[in-house]
């Protein structure tokens, strides 16, 4: 019944900002990490910012210096402030949870449906 519900996507010009937004609805999970994901066409999806529990963050190395990942991981919160943006950004946008554990399932991922970013002029 949790879910992961994207916002803040949409069409911007490049050198353009986005702040995209992550919130479960219909309980709090008990993570370990949340995160971004993004899925360009024809692409792999890959990850493009992580923050844990303790607060510690992971940039893909296209996005550093460019994109900053925050928020509230006991409160299943969190946000993706993207700055001059470039067309290569274009992507579907996911957030994702994760779980971790020292028994089996070792690792529980949730997935938000993905908001979409599209940086053209």
């Known amino acids: 019944q949790v879910q992961l519900v994207e916002s803040g996507g949409g069409l911007v010009q490049p050198g353009g900002s986005l702040k995209l937004s992550c919130a479960a609805s219909?309980?709090?999970?008990?993570?370990?990490?949340m995160g971004w994901y993004r899925q360009a066409p024809g692409k792999q999806r890959e990850l493009a910012a992580v923050i844990t529990r303790g607060g510690a963050t992971t940039y893909a190395d296209p996005v550093k210096g460019r994109f900053t990942i925050s928020g509230d991981i006991a409160k299943n919160t969190v946000y993706l402030q993207m700055n001059s943006l470039k067309p290569e950004d274009t992507a579907v946008y996911f957030c994702?949870?994760?779980?971790?554990?020292?028994?089996?399932?070792?690792?529980?991922?949730?997935w938000g449906q993905g908001t979409q970013v599209t940086v053209s002029s």
């Open positions: 994702n949870a994760v779980i971790f554990r020292t028994t089996r399932p070792y690792r529980t991922d949730y």
């Open positions: 219909g309980g709090i999970l008990d993570l370990n990490a």
